[in-house]
């Protein structure tokens, strides 16, 4: 029977079976990749090398005054906790079949940090006596803030782009959170002045910023498959 | 009985292969290529993927597949991680498809219309034809059933197959002829007996 729906796919089927031979014979053995969990843990020593490089520069003295409030450590923690959560879930994410639930896992402690660091907002009517910033300090913030994000959002990009994202947007996302919180946790002995209103919108700006640089240009290098028909070798770059 | 063992294999063959191939076997890669073909297909025409879209999407999927094989972690089962895969590139196909206009004033063409992917029967032919050939390959005296395995169902080269065998090329050559005349011979009896 002359049907041409048959001859067609028997073409299909020999491309498809060029492509299997092209990629049989472009293998070469590749390290399996460490679980997500342990990159997570990777990239946190690096955040932890970066505060340890920061520390001669410290106000500690200042720091240990401010953790005695309690709406500041609580921020601090939740920072710290939103960074390593955001690290792990966006390292989950780059691997295919992990569970998307991973995504939601930065959640509580975004809302913990967000929320600890918002009661900063009433601290001008609390304490009146708080130390206040002052413009040119809170652009010292914000230039820190993004300094510190900068860095660290280019090693977890990279980290990242050695896994497969399928969903280069929402794993760049959650490495522009993790990049945040980090550099948001790495500022607090840095920081001159207690949290207010004005402060907090610096760093939520500037948080929303890095996630959403992450999402618009971390995306883009972390889908290396993007092309509907990249070749193998190029695959690989 | 030896024959294509990845072919009517399940899971654990698949992790086995993935494996072998994150360590650099060629063959072995090749072969579990080969197996996904049709898996990554009717995952992702359950998907909704259908025609010639089919077919960029298994494609699409393989090149995936290949970026990501470091991440495959063998504790794991191989499938949902195929799935993952080949779900997203089924999105992706769906997307740039929605994107296109679409023929949609002659309905008696849709819905006369037929669905190009396979017929329902299909695997279950599949199935049966692999087990009539296995049977008969092993009724094959042994050098002659070696050079059948290798050479045509496992399309390893002369080479490949002597040093594997430890033959020379010509003995597997004539193995290889004798067994082909000799499975012709017995499938076509098989099949006159089952016409008549």
Known sequence: ?237 | MPVRPAALSGEAALSAAMQAAQIGDAAAYRALLRDCVPVISAMARARGVQGAALDDVVQDTLLTLHRARATYDPARPFLPWLRAITQRRAVDALRRKGRRPQEVHEPLAYEARADDGPMPGDDLARCERATILAAAVAHLPEGQREAIEHIALRELSLEETSTLTGRTKGALKVNFHRGLKALRASLSSRKEGTDA
């Open chain 1, 1 to 237: 029977m002359p049907d041409p729906a048959t001859h067609d796919r028997s073409t299909q089927v020999l491309s498809t079976h060029d492509l299997v031979e092209d990629l049989a014979r472009s293998l070469t053995p590749v390290r399996r990749l460490p679980g997500p969990g342990r990159r997570a843990l990777v990239w946190s020593g690096a955040v932890l090398a970066v505060g340890l490089l920061l520390v001669p520069m410290a106000d500690l003295s200042g720091l240990r005054a401010r953790l005695a409030v309690p709406d500041l450590h609580w921020a601090a923690l939740g920072a710290i906790l939103t960074a390593f959560a955001a690290a792990l879930a966006a390292f989950q994410s780059s691997v295919p079949g992990r569970s998307p639930a991973w995504s939601l896992l930065p959640l509580p402690p975004l809302l913990l940090w967000l929320g600890a660091s918002g009661l900063g907002c009433l601290r001008g009517w609390l304490a009146p006596a708080a130390n206040l910033a002052e413009p040119e300090e809170m652009r010292g913030c914000f230039v820190f803030l993004m300094g510190v994000s900068l860095p660290l959002s280019v090693l977890l990009v990279l980290m990242l782009r050695r896994a497969c994202p399928l969903r280069p947007n929402l794993t760049a996302a959650l490495g522009g959170l993790a990049a945040a919180a980090a550099a948001a946790a790495l500022l607090v002995p840095f920081h001159p002045h207690d949290a207010t209103a004005t402060d907090l919108l610096v760093h939520l700006v500037a948080v929303l910023l890095v996630v959403g640089l992450n999402g618009l240009f971390g995306g883009r290098l972390l889908d290396g498959t993007a092309g509907p028909r990249s070749r193998p070798g190029e695959a690989d770059l």
